[in-house]
């Protein structure tokens, strides 16, 4: 029983470092994760603004139907439930 009494303050001082450890890493986790969103969201207007580009570039030039429609025609690309 003498032997536990070191321990007890070490292993106290183990589980702070732990816990602090964890909290580290749930903060460096949710910023990340709020970088990815934001990123996300800038590209999904990057995407939106470039299919309204390549729709106005198709009525200048002429083609009838625009890339939405045409892009039915094509086969529908994996979506990440399909993967």
Same mark, same amino acid.
């Given at each position: ?5 070191? !321990?007890?303050?070490? %292993? +106290? ?12 890493? /749930? ?13 996300? !969201?800038?590209?999904? %207007? +990057? ?12 009525? /200048? ?18 979506? +990440?439930?399909?993967?």
């Amino acid at each position: 029983m003498a032997a536990r009494g070191p !321990e007890a303050p070490s %292993g +106290r001082a183990l589980r702070d470092a732990a816990e602090n450890l964890f909290q580290e890493l /749930q903060e460096h986790f949710q910023a990340l994760t709020a970088t990815l969103n934001l990123r996300m !969201e800038e590209m999904g %207007g +990057r995407i939106e603004d470039l299919q309204k580009n390549v729709n106005d570039l198709m009525v /200048q030039a002429g083609i009838e139907g625009s890339a939405q429609e045409q892009m039915r025609i094509w086969p529908a690309a994996p979506t +990440r439930y399909d993967i």
